[in-house]
């Protein structure tokens, strides 16, 4: 499956571009995954300027991280900072990751189905190819909506992630790829290679790719 790539000069124009669309999809409200590292804060700062009707906005990260609450290196935290609190109140759902991964799972299964369907799912793509933490050795066909994780290559090992079941029930996901670490599994993942992402189906699927990160071979 072929999926369309708009190709941005820069990190920031590709991050500016994902604020606006983010802006246009929930002008109205709705419901969004976001995707978590330190990728897509920028075009989260930016997406927190946008005057829409926030207070009928419900966000929650598509995975996080086994750390205390409230940790700065959490995925909730750095969202809500890159968001900003001068717009109008939000929802921004948390997972008890600091329950381990397996309680934080089961604890998050109702409310993800809540959420279900979403409009607009947000995710980065990392240099192995996974996405959220969703690593090949994942259960990556579960029926469940919340997986819990455990040895993820980069630390901290243990986090809990939205499975595919749950990141594919939206109109539109689309992946924030920048930086020439990024370029080879952007390819394998264009080249319809059986990595994390290609689990995740949704009507329209949409990369925004920086200079660096875009494949010679697209």
């Not at 369309?4 to 994902?18: D, I, M």
């Not at 929802?91 to 600091?98: V, W």
Request: proline fraction near 9%; hydrophobic fraction near 40%; glycine fraction near 8%.
């Amino acid at each position: 499956m072929s999926y369309p790539v708009q190709r941005f000069s820069t990190p920031q124009a590709a991050s500016e571009a994902l604020a606006r669309l983010l802006a246009e999809r929930l002008s109205a409200g709705g419901r969004a995954v976001l995707g978590g590292g330190n990728t897509p804060l920028a075009a989260y700062r930016a997406f927190g300027r946008a005057d829409i009707l926030w207070n009928r906005v419900q966000l929650i990260a598509s995975d996080e991280r086994c750390l205390p609450e409230g940790h700065l290196e959490r995925n909730d935290v750095q969202i809500a900072k890159a968001i900003g609190t001068t717009v109008l109140p939000y929802t921004l759902h948390s997972f008890p990751a600091e329950l381990g991964p397996e309680r934080s799972a089961e604890a998050s299964e109702g409310l993800v189905e809540s959420l279900l369907p979403f409009d607009v799912v947000t995710l980065g793509l990392g240099e192995d190819a996974h996405t959220a933490s969703l690593w090949p050795h994942v259960d990556l066909g579960s029926e469940r909506l919340v997986l819990p994780v455990h040895g993820a290559p980069k630390p901290p090992p243990e986090r809990v992630s939205l499975s595919p079941k749950a990141l594919s029930r939206t109109q539109l996901v689309v992946y924030l790829v920048t930086g020439a670490s990024k370029r080879e599994a952007l390819a394998r993942f264009l080249d319809g290679e059986d990595v994390p992402p290609s689990r995740i189906r949704a009507p329209e699927v949409l990369v925004f790719a920086d200079e660096a990160a875009y494949p010679d071979r697209v």
